[in-house]
């Protein structure tokens, strides 16, 4: 029997047994889920527990209870290797016992065994732990890479996805030693780059593990699912030395959209939040919820439509996002109630009639088209959000406006004049971006 003794315990958590049990306990117990979501696939940050653990057990308590095989893909810090290895041990010892490794997966991988990557490393070790504690009969497929194309790891995580057994670990760190300002801003557009699946911008230095966290947003693209924030946090949360930090984020993976996901736990927070921001314009209250799902921290656009008896109150919205999806709620559904220049402002006595629709919009997508023709042949009634732009004219319509003009060429004549063109107008500038909406 082959095992790979611990060789962080003691300086990246705790030596002893008991010791360690009682803080994994305490760190499982003070960072709860935002849902009760479970997923197959995080990332997690690998730094010592007094940083990142809170976060770590975050992230780990979304992972699926019925798994029973977890991939775990991690950066080599102490030793330059090109690709990813494999090591042929059978056990890994913790100090809560031993995670079997299922050598049928690893004898199935295409990489060079080579244990002396796993020897030091502590962005495995940290994780293992928590599976110990959570999924204490899950076998693991511990992997480590260097200079590495996150194409490689896309497709094993491809490969085995298939299997509702299998689980994969991303660790990963963010950006290090920079003053914490700093390192909010970095961390903050490394995220939003995670969020959106944009890896086409993603740099090494923004993150130790980039490919593994470009490979899993490769893999999220391709199958149009979202990474979901669970948390950004550094180290001077925990040492309150703000001149040289190191950042931590975690997400776990949804088979889906964010805004579905939003959509399908967090309806009633959503229509909350709008009631509480229209009710501090009534001056019936001042109190937007000071805690709230990491989800609503990532940039979102919306639109917040508010009606009485049927009819239109008023109608507010963000076309591209560019602020938290938690302000964006807030604010338009302000706006809408007293800012809408189609109306009055919204009387307290109008307020319990409210009805109130939330269009969480996707990110708008270009469309390519060789003249008009062209351009209303790819045009979806009834799914297809829509934007045009040529100069200073624009105009948008939401999928709903199908409703009252479902008629391709009535839809596009109305919004260029919406614009401020002419409802036959086209020119070889004209830009169009097509969105689509979950409404809550």
Not at 39 to 54: D, K, L, Q
Not at 93 to 120: A, H, W, Y
Not at 376 to 399: A, F, M, S, T
């Amino acid at each position: 029997m082959n095992i790979k003794y611990e060789n962080a315990a003691g300086t990246f958590y705790p030596k002893a047994k008991e010791e360690l049990n009682k803080l994994l306990d305490i760190l499982l117990e003070q960072n709860q889920p935002d849902s009760d979501f479970k997923t197959r696939a995080i990332i997690v940050p690998h730094a010592g527990y007094i940083f990142s653990g809170g976060l770590s057990a975050k992230c780990f308590q979304y992972l699926d209870s019925e798994i029973k095989n977890i991939f775990i893909f991690a950066p080599s810090h102490y030793t330059r290797i090109f690709g990813s290895v494999k090591s042929d041990y059978n056990e890994f010892n913790t100090p809560l016992g031993s995670l079997v490794v299922n050598t049928d997966i690893i004898n199935d991988l295409d990489f060079e065994i080579n244990n002396q990557p796993f020897e030091k490393e502590h962005s495995l070790e940290v994780q293992l732990p928590f599976i110990k504690k959570l999924f204490p009969t899950a076998k693991i497929v511990p992997i480590i890479y260097g200079c590495e194309d996150y194409n490689n790891i896309s497709k094993v995580i491809s490969k085995y996805w298939q299997d509702r057994q299998n689980a994969f670990i991303i660790s990963s760190d963010l950006s290090h030693f920079y003053p914490a300002k700093e390192t909010i801003k970095i961390d903050t557009y490394t995220a939003n780059l995670i969020e959106n699946n944009e890896i086409r911008n993603f740099e090494a230095e923004m993150a130790c593990g980039a490919v593994g966290i470009c490979a899993i947003s490769n893999f999220a693209k391709e199958k149009g699912y979202s990474l979901i924030r669970a948390g950004l946090t550094n180290s001077s949360e925990s040492t309150g030395d703000t001149s040289r930090t190191v950042g931590y984020g975690g997400w776990y993976l949804f088979e889906g959209t964010k805004e579905e996901y939003i959509k399908k736990y967090f309806s009633d927070f959503v229509i909350n939040l709008c009631k509480k921001s229209i009710e501090s314009g009534l001056q019936l209250g001042n109190s937007l919820p000071e805690k709230y799902p990491e989800v609503f921290s990532e940039i979102g656009a919306s639109f917040v439509t508010l009606k009485i008896n049927n009819n239109l109150r008023g109608c507010i919205g963000s076309i591209i996002a560019h602020r938290s999806l938690f302000n964006d709620i807030a604010k338009n559904a302000h706006s809408a109630a007293f800012s809408d220049p189609r109306f009055l402002p919204l009387r307290i006595e109008e307020f319990k009639k409210l009805d109130i629709t939330v269009s969480l919009l996707s990110k708008p997508q270009k469309i390519e088209f060789s003249d008009e023709d062209n351009l209303l042949e790819k045009l979806v009634p009834n799914k297809d959000g829509l934007i045009i732009r040529d100069g200073n004219c624009q105009g948008v319509y939401l999928p709903d406006v199908w409703e009252q003009l479902p008629d391709k060429k009535l839809f596009l004549s109305s919004l260029k004049q919406k614009a401020g063109m002419a409802k036959d107008y086209f020119s070889e500038t004209l830009e169009t971006f097509r969105f689509y909406t979950t409404k809550i």
